[in-house]
């Protein structure tokens, strides 16, 4: 028998509605008919990136979350373009203002909220915009293509999203604001202050403890009067003065509402066949204008909608982050410390930090972070389940890190994760494995359960995962490495050790060393001896005779081998800028070999892979002969420098970031680091070559060169740090040279700069580079000193007979009996 | 037995590694640092890397691809990784080399 479906009819066709509805399919899929109304013509979409795409950095298409296929693949009834005007609770049916009626039997109202338009003379102008809708940002983009200003009132989130999106269009912003800092919900006068600043750098003007009297124009805008007289101008003005819950049909319907439509913990109105979630709700008093409590209001209306009856939704605590790419802003709770509160502050002007956490009874309470974001889940999780933090108040400001990854987060985290959880995503290790391996074969240390289980044993990002693991596993048993880890078994010298010892021993080479530190192993392993060879090769530039042996093959014959054997080749590219002269010596050279793939490399320059060991001095013969400097191409040295076009070509370009990347290839070319290098040089803030997530990225402006240290675009991403502002090419190459020289004699051999800067804190590396000139021209000079004996081009010795025995064999067996030489 | 002589113990650099072309495959001649010689096939027992490219340690060497470090003198990989590299015999006799050539699996359990 099939019984009757009933019918569940949904108004509003926004995130909170149908993330409601994704819900209760995944739990009661065919529990209900489902009619949905939506007044927006379009598919369901994440209102939350409108501001990406009114700043040009995503299209609509991305936003949309649900296309009209899975309306259909669920057999949902939608209506777009529709808005329903009229709720008759006594026929239980809805009514929409082109006069269509359907019934239901359970109403879902989530028709969000209205943004303010503040009634002030002259807002209904042509020109006036909201910003709510991805109707609302296609105007705005059309407006910013023909007008020139615009003027945006309301400095909270979302009229700062829409300044700076405009800003980016290439319009001039002013933000009007009531108050005397931007976002003040969000941020304390001294946070607020900072993004202030930071914005003001980025071009937006700012007019706050403002108040608009009148909007100017005649048939469109013109322009805005202040209460004080003052008048400016604006061919575009965007009201973001804040949002009001959506609420006129339902009270049209005789539900009861306050500032929202009231709702039970069931997410019930007054009538119990009506729900209602999302932005129009009023729930224990509160509204909320973020989507992160409509999602779990989705949730509990879900489980009630599908008769489970089960959850109850208690109220939300949110966060807030600003969507404004380049600036780190983060808050959450309650941030302005009450009577017996307490308050902890960080500020560090000079790395544009502030942090502050606000206590009652140890416990946190609220957090605004600026400038360095990366704690702000913790912080957020250590508020909402109410941690006390005691044991960690000492450390608390400097972040999660600060406390170890086998720190109690870390701990309490894995002990709560499921055994089928993958822990190393390289090798597909789940936390099972790792905690069987470490009970059945009485493992104890981490390089134990990496020799057993290949956990951590790839990338490492899983290190800190797989050290918590094991102290859980163990108990008290698991002691945390100490601070200083031999560097591998040969010995129990450490790394940080080897610079002073080399240089107190004076050791010139490998087997001295080992000797004199009494190595436990002849000849070391493959994890010392290329630890070694870099310590010394940083020591005595030019002195130091590589030891070709303690390299990897790929160091060694300056091509990367291949799962098959074989190898790949690249050329340097200087700058990402080749010619079709050497375009051609490329095409020409890959025939000749049958280079059976070539490829664009992500380090603008062009791979050739496949090459037999036995060819590669031939191929290299060649492409020195057509110019190609090489080498070093898998180097733990100098990669690549990327570049974009800059301003010999790009509109926006403000230096000549082509020109400055190739100087600075052909200065740092050659260079052996601790670990890869990566430089970057973008022509202005939009930042095309991604210098932000290099090891020294140069993004120009205006007034000269920024520069930016520490990034890594790999395993785990990181964001540069900001290190300081240069005027001249000069500088940028000073700055360049004494940074890696720092980071060469300073860094572990394998650390990367990121990992690097995380250990000593750019407070370290700005103490050196900026603040002490003396220092940094000292460093520039021992950088340029040991480029001299590096910048040789190893494939041309190599092409013309250098290790020759490495790509010969040394003899073929035809039969048995019979050798050929 | 089948001794071929193959070339001087002096075209193998110390902690290097060169290869003999057989019908059957490579095999790979090693030099420890203090001149001993071993010889294993070509082909690391875990996923057929290279071993004359790795990076010779002891009487160890350890493989290109993925760091398994395989035990010269019996082939076997060492613990806990699991598996071998076929072993052939080397003599060398007044700085000369000879391999022996044999399609007998040695040196593994
Ligand atoms: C060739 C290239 C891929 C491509 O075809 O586009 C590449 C290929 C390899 N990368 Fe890469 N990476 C390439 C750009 C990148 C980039 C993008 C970039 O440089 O802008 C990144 C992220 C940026 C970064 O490093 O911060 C990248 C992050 C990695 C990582 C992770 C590094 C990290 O610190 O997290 C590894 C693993 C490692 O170094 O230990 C890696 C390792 C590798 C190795 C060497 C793996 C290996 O040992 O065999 C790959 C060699 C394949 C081969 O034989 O060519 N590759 N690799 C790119 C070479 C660019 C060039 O012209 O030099
Ligand atoms: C530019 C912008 C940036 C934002 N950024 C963030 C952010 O970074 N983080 C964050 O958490 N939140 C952000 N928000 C807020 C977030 O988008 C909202 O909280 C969320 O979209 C609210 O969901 P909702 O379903 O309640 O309302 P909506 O998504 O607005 O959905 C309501 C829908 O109902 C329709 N509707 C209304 N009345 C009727 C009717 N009578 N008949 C038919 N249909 C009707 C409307 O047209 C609308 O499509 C941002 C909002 C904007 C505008
Ligand atoms: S080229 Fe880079 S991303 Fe691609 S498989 Fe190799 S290491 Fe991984
Ligand atoms: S192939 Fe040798 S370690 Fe993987």
Request: glycine content about 10%; proline content about 4%; charged content about 25%.
């Amino acid at each position: 028998m099939n019984k009757q479906k009933q019918r569940l009819v949904v108004i509003g066709n926004g995130m909170a509605g149908i993330r409601t509805l994704e819900e209760l399919l995944k739990m009661s899929p065919d529990e209900y008919e489902i009619t949905v109304f939506g007044a927006e013509p379009q598919p369901n979409y994440n209102r939350i990136l409108l501001s990406p795409v009114l700043s040009g950095e995503m299209k609509f298409q991305d936003t949309v979350l649900n296309d009209w296929s899975w309306y259909e693949e669920n057999n949902i009834t939608l209506h777009v373009g529709k808005t329903v005007n009229k709720i008759d609770r006594v026929r239980c049916q809805v009514e929409t203002e082109d006069g269509m009626v359907v019934p239901y039997d359970r109403l879902l109202i989530a028709t969000g909220s209205n943004p303010i338009m503040l009634p002030i003379p002259g807002m209904n102008l042509p020109g006036v915009l909201a910003y709510r809708s991805i109707d609302d940002v296609e105007k705005m983009l059309a407006a910013a293509k023909t007008g020139r200003r615009a003027v945006v009132i309301g400095g909270g989130l979302l009229g700062l999203e829409a300044a700076n999106g405009l800003s980016l269009q290439g319009m001039e912003v002013s933000v009007v604001h009531l108050c005397d800092w931007p976002m003040e919900r969000q941020l304390d006068k001294v946070g607020g202050g900072l993004l202030k600043e930071a914005l003001e750098k980025r071009g937006l003007k700012f007019y706050l403890s403002r108040q608009t009297e009148a909007i100017l124009g005649d048939d469109k805008v013109s322009g805005l009067r202040f209460k004080d007289g003052e008048e400016i101008e604006a061919d575009l003005l965007v009201m973001a003065a804040g949002i009001r819950p959506n609420i006129a049909l339902a009270q049209s319907a005789g539900i009861h509402c306050e500032r929202g439509i009231v709702v039970s913990d069931t997410m019930q109105t007054f009538d119990p066949k009506i729900y209602s979630v999302g932005e129009c709700v009023q729930h224990r008093g509160q509204t909320y204008g973020l989507v992160a409590p409509l999602f779990e209001q989705a949730k509990v209306a879900a489980n009630h909608l599908a008769r489970y009856g089960r959850m109850r939704y208690e109220g939300s605590s949110v966060s807030a982050k600003l969507k404004v790419t380049g600036i780190d802003l983060f808050s959450a709770g309650d941030f302005n410390p009450g009577p017996g509160d307490e308050e902890l502050l960080l500020q560090d002007s000079a790395r544009g930090v502030y942090k502050k956490l606000v206590l009652r009874d140890n416990k946190l309470r609220g957090a605004v972070l600026y400038g360095e974001t990366m704690d702000g889940p913790w912080y957020f999780q250590l508020m909402r389940d109410g941690t006390d933090i005691t044991e960690m108040r000492e450390h608390i400001l400097f972040g999660q890190m600060h406390l170890g990854d086998s720190g109690r987060g870390g701990v309490s985290s894995v002990a709560n994760m499921p055994d089928t959880a993958e822990i190393c995503g390289c090798n597909g290790v789940c936390k099972g494995t790792i905690v069987s391996a470490i009970i059945d074969k009485k493992l104890f240390t981490l390089e134990e359960v990496r020799a057993h289980t290949k956990a951590s044993a790839s990338c490492g990002s899983c290190t800190g995962l797989v050290e918590a693991i094991l102290a859980n596993t163990l108990g008290g048993d698991y002691s945390a490495k100490s601070s200083k880890k031999a560097i591998c078994a040969c010995t129990e010298s450490a790394h940080q050790d080897m610079p002073q010892a080399i240089r107190d021993l004076g050791a010139k080479n490998i087997p001295d060393l080992m000797r004199a530190l009494q190595w436990k192993t002849p000849d070391g392993c493959h994890i010392c001896r290329p630890a070694l060879n870099y310590y010394l090769m940083t020591a005595w530039p030019g002195e130091y005779q590589d030891d070709s042996r303690s390299r990897f093959i790929n160091e060694r014959v300056h091509a990367n081998i291949q799962k098959d054997g074989t190898y790949s080749v690249i050329p340097r590219i200087w700058g990402g800028v080749t010619s079709p002269a050497e375009l051609r010596a490329i095409a020409e050279i890959a025939e000749r070999h049958e280079v059976p793939t070539v490829h664009i490399t992500g380090g603008q320059r062009i791979g050739l892979y496949g090459i037999t060991k036995e060819n590669l001095p031939k191929m290299w013969g060649e492409l020195v002969e057509a110019g190609f400097v090489s080498g070093h191409a898998y180097g733990k040295s100098l990669r690549t420098v990327k570049t974009c076009v800059g301003s010999e070509w790009c509109r926006f370009g403000t230096q000549d970031s082509t020109g400055l990347g190739i100087k600075v290839e052909k200065m740092t070319w050659g260079s052996w680091t601790p670990h890869k290098f990566k430089i970057a040089v973008s022509g202005c803030p939009r930042n095309c070559a991604e210098a932000t997530i290099k090891d020294f990225g140069i993004v120009c402006v205006d007034s000269g060169y920024e520069i930016h240290v520490g990034g890594n675009g790999g395993i785990k991403v990181r964001v540069t740090d900001f290190l300081c502002k240069v005027e001249t090419e000069e500088q940028v190459l000073e700055y360049c040279g004494a940074f890696m020289q720092l980071y060469r004699e300073q860094a572990q051999y394998l650390d990367r700069t990121a990992h690097w800067i995380e250990r000593v804190g750019l407070a370290y590396v700005k103490q050196y580079i900026v603040d002490d000139a003396a220092g940094r021209v000292e460093l520039y000079a021992r950088f340029l000193e040991s480029q001299r004996y590096s910048q040789d081009d190893p494939w041309k010795e190599r092409a013309e007979g250098k290790d020759a025995h490495e790509f010969a064999a040394l003899a073929t067996v035809a039969t048995k009996n019979e050798v050929q030489k | 037995m089948n001794w071929i002589q193959v070339g001087n113990l002096q075209d193998i650099p110390r902690q290097g590694s060169r290869v003999v072309k057989t019908a059957t495959g490579e095999i790979a001649l090693f030099r420890s640092v203090d001149d001993q010689v071993f010889a294993l096939n070509n082909r690391c027992p875990h996923k057929g890397g290279q071993l004359s490219q790795g990076i010779v340690h002891g009487t160890r060497v350890t493989c290109p691809m993925h760091n398994w470090v395989i035990d010269l003198e019996s082939g076997e990989a060492v613990a806990p990784d699991k598996g071998c590299a076929h072993r052939h015999e080397v003599r060398v006799a007044h700085g000369v080399l000879f391999l022996e050539v044999s399609d007998e699996v040695k040196g593994c359990k």
